[in-house]
């Protein structure tokens, strides 16, 4: 019987030793922050992504699980695939970002958050507005920043929470861009035809 606790006590040891050092690999050597949405995560070893976003890559891969678990979903798809790609968009302004990108995602957030248009039919009224304009208008990103992002939606484990959680993070998106609202409806109404 002594043995036997002699035998765990040492299982334990191991294991706690194993899980510290794996917490500090985990947080010492580094830790990257979203330069978009301020998301921090362990920094990844792989190349860098291609994209002109303002983004870490280590978000940039959460934003690439989250496309895939939606073209392979076809609730999802239909449902928020746009506002997924809007917020994500919108929330990662700044930097390389171009203006034309960004105001192009500003507004189907606006067409999906204030006008109520469903994600499906969102992607043609973008078509019109980027065939419409020519100099697109620079906008600063806010300063205060949503408290959702996707890595909220890359843990979802149903369609349900999918769904709402996206819902909730476009809504917060849109709502850091206040100051803008009334711009990004004038440049809607006055370039985009809604029937
Ligand atoms: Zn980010």
Redesign the pocket.
């Known amino acids: 019987m002594k043995r036997f606790h002699e035998t765990g006590a040492t299982a334990l040891t191991v294991r706690l030793n194993f899980n510290e050092q794996y917490f500090q690999s985990m947080s010492l050597p580094q830790e990257t922050t ?1 330069p ?2 301020g ?1 921090r995560m362990p920094q990844r070893q792989s190349p860098t992504s291609a994209n002109y976003y303002n ?2 890559d280590e ?1 940039w891969d959460l934003y690439a699980e989250v496309l895939g678990t939606e073209y392979s979903n076809a609730v999802l798809f239909g449902q928020v695939h746009q506002l997924t790609v809007d917020a994500y968009a919108v ?2 302004a700044g930097g390389p970002h171009p203006d034309k990108s960004l105001n192009i995602h500003l507004s189907g957030l606006y067409l999906a958050l204030e006008k109520g248009i469903r994600s499906p039919y969102i992607p043609p009224l973008l078509q019109q507005l980027a065939e419409a304009i020519e100099v697109w208008p620079h906008c600063e990103p806010p300063t205060n920043r949503a408290s959702r ?2 890595f909220d939606v890359a843990f979802c484990d149903s369609t349900e929470d999918h769904i709402r959680i996206v819902r909730e993070w476009a809504q917060a998106v849109w709502q850091s861009w206040s100051e803008y609202h009334a711009d990004v409806a004038r440049l809607v109404s006055s370039n985009v035809r809604i029937d």
């Open positions: 979203c978009g949405c998301l983004t870490s978000c929330q990662h992002t996707v």
